[in-house]
């Protein structure tokens, strides 16, 4: 990206990837031809994120033929190639707590739970057990309060989870200086089986394990349609056509209209990221190598210092257009005052993109028509909810029966107000959300 591109307004979420700063340090993208022709499969799957790849895997085995479909040139372009890179279990962000979980799903909470508050391990083991090339770190994740009241309110939320596996130390001011050199706040949890990853880099270290597992990936290969005829799914693309039994779905935030029934059922959130390059005193900020984020900040102000020493700040934003000048106006306050001698930093990068958010807060497996599913609404935690989700969807779709899932199967339901909803969060609540400390 060069200094007058960085600089103007652009629609965030589906620019090139060479404007993402995680293109910069990854492994280069596996060959994914497109479709060409008529193809036949055991299961199809639509989506070369990680639900959808993550789905190819666990459902990979046995000589099953499956096959993926990606509308983008390549895997990950969209959410899963693009984002902040955070692992971190236990729903700090949605500040769900288990008993929450209960009431909404009674018979599959603490199956549920359980995987919410281990989907840190889940993924690191993810990750050894398909050999994932993803420049990993999982040092811990550290969620950092502001005052003595605001850590002992998130240290009681966190304790519901221990019960279901979940882990998470309590540090105070002085221990929390040794991870992070700022006394803007009172303490932190820490919160071990968590850290970061390089996103673009999981998108392809993901796709080149699916393929090792003879999972067939065709990118630049839109599904224009998805029809049920005679007992088998026909998907059409420009070039080609693709029958299978089963259809899986992992569309995320970018399927638009395919599948009717999946398009009112989250509402579409939209995140933006600002970069620096590796700054020379780096790890000074973070002496402990562990990403974190501010519990008090409900426009979600995630500071990481990643492997090659640049800072990597994500935030929510209003509508789909922003410029770095909007971006700064979110970040710099909140930098400034969580550090306040790092000064004005140069950001170099400056990119977005787009996830679902459920009305419940969790996320879904849900029938959209014959032998045919979709998981959807990660919720801002694609690598712990999202893979944990997208794990079930692949053994759906191998032939486990839904008693032996960990998510309940549903049909989908339209969230009430939708179209209000969905303009409300992008014109009123994530400004609101960024005023607050700006
Ligand atoms: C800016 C940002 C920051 C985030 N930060 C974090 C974080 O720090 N930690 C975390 O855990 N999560 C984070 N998330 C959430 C995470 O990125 C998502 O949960 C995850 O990537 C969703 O994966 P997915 O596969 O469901 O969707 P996507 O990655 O969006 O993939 C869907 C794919 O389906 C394809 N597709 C859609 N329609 C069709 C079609 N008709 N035919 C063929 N292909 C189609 C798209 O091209 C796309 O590649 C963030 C998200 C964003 C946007």
Same mark, same amino acid.
Not at 218 to 238: F, I, M, N
Not at 338 to 347: I, W, Y
């Given at each position: 990206m060069n200094a007058t591109s960085v600089l103007n307004a652009r629609t965030l979420g589906t620019e090139p990837l060479a404007d993402v700063h995680w293109a910069q340090s990854t492994q280069p993208a596996p060959a994914c031809p497109k479709l060409d022709g008529d193809a036949e499969a055991d299961i199809a799957i639509i989506g070369a994120g990680y639900t959808g790849l993550v789905a190819a895997l666990s459902a990979a085995g046995d000589g099953r033929r499956i096959v993926v479909l990606e509308a983008a040139p390549e895997p990950g372009f969209a959410a899963s190639g693009r984002n902040a890179g955070a692992v971190a279990p236990m729903m700090w962000g949605m500040k769900k707590t288990p008993a929450q979980i209960t009431a909404s799903f009674p018979q599959h909470a603490p199956r549920m739970n359980r995987a919410i508050a281990t989907s840190g391990a889940f993924l690191r083991d993810f990750i050894a057990t398909h050999g994932v090339e993803c420049e990993a770190h999982f040092d811990g994740y550290l969620l950092a309060a502001r005052t003595p009241d605001s850590l002992a309110k998130a240290k009681a939320a966190h304790e519901g989870w221990v019960q279901y596996g979940g882990r998470f130390e309590v540090l105070s001011q002085q221990e929390l200086s040794r991870h992070?050199?700022?006394?803007?706040?009172?303490g932190a949890l820490r919160v071990p089986d968590a850290g970061y990853l390089n996103p673009l880099s999981f998108s392809r270290g993901l796709a080149a394990a699916a393929q090792r597992a003879s999972v067939t990936i065709h990118c630049g290969s839109p599904v224009l349609s998805a029809k049920y005829e005679d007992g088998v799914w026909r998907l059409q693309t420009p070039s080609g056509v693709l029958r299978a039994a089963t259809l899986l779905a992992?569309? +995320? *935030?970018?399927?638009?209209? &395919?599948v009717p029934r999946l398009q009112k059922e989250s509402y579409e959130v939209c995140s933006a990221i600002v970069a620096t390059d590796p700054?020379?005193?780096?790890?000074?900020?973070t002496p402990g190598g562990m990403a974190m984020a501010d519990l008090d900040d409900a426009a979600v102000f995630a500071p990481m210092i990643d492997a090659r020493g640049c800072l990597v700040v994500s935030m929510l934003f209003q509508g789909d257009q922003m410029s770095l000048a909007d971006a700064e106006r979110i970040v710099r306050p909140r930098l400034a005052r969580a550090f306040p001698d790092l000064g004005a930093v140069p950001f170099t990068k400056f990119w977005g993109g787009k996830f679902l958010m459920t009305t419940d807060g969790a996320a879904h497996l849900l029938q959209?028509?014959?032998?045919a599913f979709a998981a959807q609404g990660c919720n801002g935690m694609g690598h712990s909810i999202g893979v944990a989700v997208a794990h079930d969807l692949g053994r759906l779709g191998a +032939? *486990?029966?839904?008693?032996? &899932?960990v998510f309940p199967v549903t049909l989908p339901k339209p969230a009430p107000m939708h179209g209000l909803m969905t303009g409300a969060l992008r014109r009123v609540m994530a400004p609101m959300m960024n005023r607050k400390l700006a």
């Amino acid at each position: 990206m060069n200094a007058t591109s960085v600089l103007n307004a652009r629609t965030l979420g589906t620019e090139p990837l060479a404007d993402v700063h995680w293109a910069q340090s990854t492994q280069p993208a596996p060959a994914c031809p497109k479709l060409d022709g008529d193809a036949e499969a055991d299961i199809a799957i639509i989506g070369a994120g990680y639900t959808g790849l993550v789905a190819a895997l666990s459902a990979a085995g046995d000589g099953r033929r499956i096959v993926v479909l990606e509308a983008a040139p390549e895997p990950g372009f969209a959410a899963s190639g693009r984002n902040a890179g955070a692992v971190a279990p236990m729903m700090w962000g949605m500040k769900k707590t288990p008993a929450q979980i209960t009431a909404s799903f009674p018979q599959h909470a603490p199956r549920m739970n359980r995987a919410i508050a281990t989907s840190g391990a889940f993924l690191r083991d993810f990750i050894a057990t398909h050999g994932v090339e993803c420049e990993a770190h999982f040092d811990g994740y550290l969620l950092a309060a502001r005052t003595p009241d605001s850590l002992a309110k998130a240290k009681a939320a966190h304790e519901g989870w221990v019960q279901y596996g979940g882990r998470f130390e309590v540090l105070s001011q002085q221990e929390l200086s040794r991870h992070v050199r700022t006394d803007a706040y009172a303490g932190a949890l820490r919160v071990p089986d968590a850290g970061y990853l390089n996103p673009l880099s999981f998108s392809r270290g993901l796709a080149a394990a699916a393929q090792r597992a003879s999972v067939t990936i065709h990118c630049g290969s839109p599904v224009l349609s998805a029809k049920y005829e005679d007992g088998v799914w026909r998907l059409q693309t420009p070039s080609g056509v693709l029958r299978a039994a089963t259809l899986l779905a992992g569309m +995320g *935030a970018y399927g638009g209209a &395919l599948v009717p029934r999946l398009q009112k059922e989250s509402y579409e959130v939209c995140s933006a990221i600002v970069a620096t390059d590796p700054l020379p005193h780096a790890r000074e900020l973070t002496p402990g190598g562990m990403a974190m984020a501010d519990l008090d900040d409900a426009a979600v102000f995630a500071p990481m210092i990643d492997a090659r020493g640049c800072l990597v700040v994500s935030m929510l934003f209003q509508g789909d257009q922003m410029s770095l000048a909007d971006a700064e106006r979110i970040v710099r306050p909140r930098l400034a005052r969580a550090f306040p001698d790092l000064g004005a930093v140069p950001f170099t990068k400056f990119w977005g993109g787009k996830f679902l958010m459920t009305t419940d807060g969790a996320a879904h497996l849900l029938q959209i028509g014959p032998n045919a599913f979709a998981a959807q609404g990660c919720n801002g935690m694609g690598h712990s909810i999202g893979v944990a989700v997208a794990h079930d969807l692949g053994r759906l779709g191998a +032939g *486990a029966a839904a008693e032996e &899932l960990v998510f309940p199967v549903t049909l989908p339901k339209p969230a009430p107000m939708h179209g209000l909803m969905t303009g409300a969060l992008r014109r009123v609540m994530a400004p609101m959300m960024n005023r607050k400390l700006a």
